[in-house]
């Protein structure tokens, strides 16, 4: 039984030690546990000394067995802390073993990393060398001597047999990207522009060999294009084109193509080479010593170009088709791209013209070749458009060198005020300043009569208006409308003031008559067609830019022009009823004291009923002075105007018959017969110039 006991204790005890110190390090707690286990120690044999007054044998051989177990675990704690010191002995022995196998690891790791890196130096080099080997033979067929016969299926053949390793070598260049490694990055990139300048220079010089021989590019071609039945030799160009096309846009410069809305600022292999040799001819002939270089013919260059592309334009439309085909699609048309090619030598070309110009010593020559520089510049632009049927925005112009450089636009905008006021001057001063522009056709056909000075000045506006929008800039596009279009316009309505107030301040005489109403036709004919122009798209940018320039100040752009006119148009309006209304009512007084108790007529027999009186006579010489008077205005006022010209000068006669006669003359039956035949008369001679609204005024009077 006390062996039993004895083993049993020794168990728990194991157990203990076992919870207490499950590793190494928690043997360094084991002193704190013992002194703990001490205390139990006092505090149980305290209460074993009071059992043994009870039990003592029993409790002696209890007390026996607890010094034993004591004695144990005193031993069991001894070789613990013998362990415990083994241990850590046994660690501090194998550190630096521990030590070197770590860094045998990390030195492991690091060189199978710099053999994945050789490997992969070792591949850029293989795909190098492929490559290499392909640009050589390539090249190899550009020179005529190494090959005298091309064949176009091998050079085809050889092009795309640089795809895949050009991939493998671009893979490597993503892959490459996001790692630490700078100078194996470098390496890479630094080896793949370099195999991309060797293979683009290899595969020119082949594609011109090609373009050369078998379409004797730059000549004009005039057989059948690339189409779906071509002939021989543009079955073979069309190969190489695709081939060229396919390994720039699939291969090499695949991110770019894939990325892009539009192919224009990008330069395309296929196209670009085809257009050097146009480009090489430009310059020999416009940038050169040639006799056809003079800053005095900017026509000839300009024309040049434009005949160049319609010499060429069914090839390129071939090319464009072929391009849509392509299975990464190049959204240009190959005309379009030509074109924007050759503007860039234009836009050079005239650069350097107008910086000589510029510099002439006689003011008035250089101005001369400034305005003929720009003049031939915009129409260039505006004739290459129609030709290709693209809007500014799809193709930017040559105009660009005089709005992008201040100088020059500055130098526009002077000599745009300078040459459009002077001929507006011109004009002004005519004899036929304010006759009727459109004589060629009938009066009555032409509904607004506009003096020639207004057509003039609407055609300088219109010219302005449109080279403005030529001006990519928003700020300079003001300035330029500001300083030209509106100044203009100012000074033009500031003149309608002056003559509507001063030199026809009388319109008692025919002439006089006939010039104001030129005056009215002009304001009239501005203020519709300023009102027409508030509302287009290109004036709503410019008010918003205005707006913004003047940081939310009032900066009406056309409606102050508009007011003006129509305050113009009013007063004249107005004159001209005063006027008229003067001369005949002055001719009326004689009808306004006529009496109108008339004496009854016999009456012949009960079944006739009574005959209509004649127009009094007094009334003959006003209405033939209004009938002359309207009939001159008539033929000279505008026609809307006119018939808001007519009611008004009824509605005088109507207050005149029916103040001075209906109200003021007692009258009987036959008097009111009379007047009433009176009044017919001169609705009658109203309603001859305008039949709607010139009755309604005499109603009242009528009834």
Known sequence: LVQLME???????????????????????????????????????????????????????????????????????????????????????????VAALEQSSHRLHFLQNAGYLVDLVSTVERFSATINQMCFQIAGMADERMSPKLSVEDLCSKIKSCHEPWEKMSSIDSFLRPLPCGHLKSHVTSRLSQLRSSLVQAIHEVYERVYTRVLDWPTPLQEAG??????SRFSQFRDVFQAVLELQT????????QNQDSTLNTKIWALDWLLDRIRLSFRFSFRGKQATNRIDKPDWHCAFVLQTLRDHSPFLQSLTELLASNSVPVLVDADVYFAAGLIREVR??????????VEQKSAIEADALFWLTLNETLEFDRSLRRQLSVTADDLSGAVGVFTDNPKFLQRWISLEVKYSADHLKEVMQSNSAWNRYLTAIPLAEDADRVPRNFHTLFTILTTARDRAKEIRNIKDRLYFVEEVVLRLLSDYISDLHLYEGEDFKDISTKQQMEGICAVHNAAYKFASVLGDW??????????????????????????????????????????????????VSNLLKPYSKKKFTLPARPTLSTNTSDATPEPSSELDDPLLLLKQTLGLISNHLALKPFYKLVPKISQHLAKFIFEQIVLKSPTNRDGCAQLNA?????????TCFEPVHATSSFKYVQE
Do not use: M, Y
């Open 7 to 97: 083993d049993q204790a020794l168990q728990e005890a194991l157990d203990l030690l076992d919870r207490h110190f499950d590793s190494l390090e928690a043997l360094s707690t084991a002193g704190k546990i013992l002194s703990g286990w001490d205390r139990d120690k006092s505090k149980d044999e305290k209460e074993l000394s009071k059992l043994e007054l009870s039990h003592p044998d029993k409790l002696k051989q209890a007390i026996n067995t607890a010094h034993q177990s004591q004695s144990s675990l005193d031993g069991l704690e001894t070789r613990i802390i013998r362990a415990g010191r083994d241990i850590d002995a046994t660690i501090e022995r194998h550190n630096p073993i």
């Open 250 to 257: 699939k291969v090499i410069d695949s991110e770019a193509f």
């Open 678 to 686: 009176d009044v017919k008369h001169t609705v009658s001679v109203l």
């Open 226 to 231: 690339l189409g779906s039945a071509p002939s």
């Open 348 to 357: 050079d070309k005239v650069h350097a013209d107008v910086a000589l110009i």
């Open 534 to 583: 508030v509302d287009e798209e290109f004036w709503i940018d410019l008010q918003e830019q205005a707006t913004i320039s003047k940081r939310g100040a009032s900066s009406e752009l056309l409606k102050d022009s508009v007011e003006s006119c129509k305050r113009v148009c009013k007063r004249i309006l107005q004159r001209l009823v005063d006027q008229t209304w003067k001369q």
